[in-house]
């Protein structure tokens, strides 16, 4: 078939190719490239199908085939480059669109991570704001903590205080390189109880990292428990604890301090406690030491036994202690927010029976200005306590 169409029609001998095509096959041979375009220029290559006529349904046609071929109508397909001309529509187009991209900054700024990290620190792929966020609605759900941000360093200092425990904590957010996440969280026991430390910082890490989304690189993999506290010592070792919170020693004060917060929570004990002058032991302590974490459990010892019917009696009893509750029932800083809070909390207990008492002790005019700044107060904590008190002695001043 090739040769009788290459003796009929030598013009169109260029597509001898076709005859042997497989039309079942995607790949169809192409035309001759000199036969489309001068060898100068180099256009793409474009795929396409021809058609292949055989003799017998060409003759079919008969005249009417032979004047389309000879009027030259049918003629080789021609390829043009495709050309986008700046006029065109497509330009305009894209010549109109106008791309604002908006990235939305963190206010905060995590810095790099210090030469060496501590064990207690886990890495999270987590937005920074987020992980401020959780941090700061973390901390402030825990009972005892208080805690100051320092935005620069994008750290948090903080202090806990629970009973006999106590535990100077430090959070720390720094940059990470690594593959696991963004961003480090470190925690960091500056002094204080261990355990404590251990507890507060897994549940951070638990809170943070819910579903294992985190690398975590510390050496624990469970919450170490709070430590349960010491069972009550005989009435004699109660002495010896009340002689050793009138020493003159930080250490003597510090160790009286954490005993006497154990014991006074024994209800069973407290009725001997008041009897054999703890109350005056505490408040030797929260004047005279130096130490403030001695201080600080001073007053947690001060708050239980203020709990008791015995135990207001016998705080009343030492006058002193008044003016000392309420110079602490204020502003302050985050390191003594707890001790003020107990402070206050005892305040609202005595005012509760005996508010004719802490009136007369402390004297109308300083009550009066006291009150006035009850709304002031920044602790929601704190300013929760003093209200209660502030109930108590309203209708007292009112009379």
């Not at 032979?66 to 397909?77: A, F």
């Not at 390829?79 to 986008?84: A, D, E, R, V």
């Not at 990235?103 to 992980?131: C, G, R």
């Not at 001997?272 to 600080?296: F, P, R």
Request: hydrophobic share 40%; charged share 20%; aromatic share 8%.
């Amino acid at each position: 078939m090739s040769n009788f169409l290459d003796e009929e029609y030598p013009q169109y001998s260029d597509y001898r190719d076709f005859t042997s095509a497989n039309f079942d096959d995607d790949s169809f041979p192409l035309p001759l490239e000199d036969s489309l375009a001068p060898q100068t220029e180099t256009f793409p290559v474009y795929r396409s199908a021809g058609l292949v006529v055989s003799h017998q349904l060409a003759s079919s046609f008969g005249s009417s085939y032979d004047s389309l071929t000879q009027s030259n109508l049918l003629q080789k397909p021609t390829l043009q480059k495709p050309t986008l001309r700046k006029d065109s529509a497509a330009a305009d187009c894209l010549s109109s669109v106008s791309y604002n991209f908006v990235v939305s900054e963190s206010k905060y700024t995590a810095p790099e991570p210090p030469f060496l990290l501590m064990a207690t620190h886990f890495e999270i792929n987590v937005d920074l704001d987020a992980i401020v966020q959780q941090i700061e609605q973390f901390l402030k759900e825990q009972q005892g903590l208080s805690f100051e941000f320092v935005q620069d360093d994008c750290q948090w200092n903080a202090v806990y205080l629970n009973g006999s425990n106590h535990s100077k904590i430090q959070i720390s957010v720094y940059k990470s390189e690594s593959q696991f996440g963004a961003y480090i969280v470190e925690g960091n026991r500056l002094n204080g109880d261990g355990q404590s430390f251990r507890a507060i910082y897994s549940q951070l890490r638990e809170q943070l990292c819910p579903y294992e989304a985190c690398r975590e690189a510390d050496s624990f993999a469970a919450a170490s428990p709070m430590p349960v506290p010491a069972a009550a010592p005989e009435p004699n070792g109660i002495d010896a604890i009340i002689r050793m919170a009138k020493e003159h020693t930080m250490e003597a004060h510090l160790e009286a301090a954490r005993i006497l917060c154990d014991v006074t929570m024994d209800e069973v004990m407290l009725p001997y406690l008041c009897e054999n002058g703890c109350v005056d032991a505490l408040h030797s302590i929260i004047s005279t030491t130096h130490s403030d974490w001695a201080k600080q459990h001073a007053m947690v010892a001060l708050a239980n036994i203020s709990d008791s019917d015995y135990g207001k009696e016998a705080i009343l009893e030492v006058l002193e202690l008044l003016p000392i509750l309420l110079k602490l029932a204020t502003n302050g800083p985050y390191d003594s927010a707890e001790m003020r809070r107990l402070a206050v909390y005892v305040l609202a207990n005595l005012t509760h029976q005996q508010a004719e008492k802490v009136v007369e002790a402390l004297g109308t005019q300083t009550i009066q200005g006291w009150i006035g700044s009850v709304d002031g107060l920044e602790d929601e904590r704190l300013r929760l306590q003093a209200e209660r008190a502030r109930e108590s002695l309203l209708p007292i001043l009112a009379i």
